[in-house]
């Protein structure tokens, strides 16, 4: 990146209509100083929500009086060139084909509470979602080969597998925003007892505060957590069965949400470690699927909602419609949302601010049991020059076996997909943890592929 491209970064949006995070963009473009001086380009197919999207922007930049300069188009190649930085946010109908996966999965016993990365709905986003994402990455080769690809859709390890892996020439990351530094940090800070809440969290505790997490993204577990020399991590686990106990299921009370405290105490249990993401973790072992014969103190996964997402999606909508016709004055929009983890870090990057971010990378003997080419959510540096993985040490026995169970799922998916290969979908299907039976897999994919026929390539039908 030059020096004009720094003072004035290009930051494209493919997917712009992806709430969960281009409202928190328009935010951060708008409130860095690093930032504001570029130009924010929107791509999404949807040419009614983009429309709504580049109205909301220009509306904001316009109330804070800055010099942000707001773009679109619903082809992202009038708007790649000259780009420093792509994020990958879109997916294509996914409440609705997720609720799918999840339906016929439940029929042979698999029970998802989300169906975006592992088991058969992990493995069918891919085959939806993917296609499109190496066509972009195309495009990025040919008009802006030296912009940053931040990759933002779920799966987010096996798609950045497939980018890592396919074009390895392109500077490429992946992101969660389950893992958000400094916010996690803190949450657990107030979970070890170190603080009473995250207001009251400094630098000198944050010297202290030895912590580290690994894992393949949604699977990651806190490795370690010393405050002062201290082990608090028994702190931590005994916070979450307090919270068990005394507290109702959880956030929202939706299928992700459901026993979480529980669940995450469970698993410190069994393994020593914190789950640092248990509403996905929780489905990643067949602990939950209900294949026990006896009682389980903690009942099945509760199936992802469908109905229910499409509520939030719509309320999402109606506030963004509310922004644009006064309803909501435009002035409390910076007041509303907030910084969001993909322009967090890109602001990182131009700005030169030497904050450390969990991404989704290669391992690079950050983790020193596992391959270098493992690709996990680990502690980085991440600068224009590049990124490196903070030191981790060793994934600890049991936690290492299925870690790499969840990596070959992963890989053999991303191969499956770019290569086409009906024999590696099927290899990956059945090492995936919870498939248990091969006619139950078979039928699975079968199924699938006819009632989501109208979304996925057509090379799997020939």
Known sequence: MNNKSISKPKVVIIGAGSLFFGRQAIWQMVHSIHLNQGTLSLVDTNEERLSKLITLAKMVVKENNIKLVVEGSTDRRDVLKEADFVVLSFADNTVKYRGIDCDVSEKYGIRMCSGDTIGPGGIF??????????????DIEGLCPDAWVINYINPSSVNGIAISKYAPRLKSIALCDSLHMPHIKHNYAVRAGIINNIHEYDHNIDRKFDFKIAGVN???WLLKAEYDGKDVMPHIAESLKHDAETATNGGDKGAKAIHNDAIGYELYKIYGYVSTCVAHTKEYVSFWQGLGKSKESIPPLSIWETDERYKRHDEM????DDFISGKIPIADYMNTFGPDHATDIIENMVGGLGKAFYINTLNKGAVTNMNDDAFLELLCDISMDGV??????????GLRGMQEIILDTHELTAEAIVEQSFEKLRRAML???LVHSIADADQIVKELLEKEKEILPSFWYE
């Open 125 to 138: 986003r891919t085959m939806r979602e993917l296609p499109e994402i190496m066509a972009c990455v195309k």
């Open 218 to 220: 949604h699977f990651t």
């Open 317 to 320: 909508w109606n506030q963004i």
């Open 388 to 397: 490196k993985p903070y030191s981790i040490g060793e994934m600890p026995r």
């Open 431 to 433: 090492t995936d943890p």
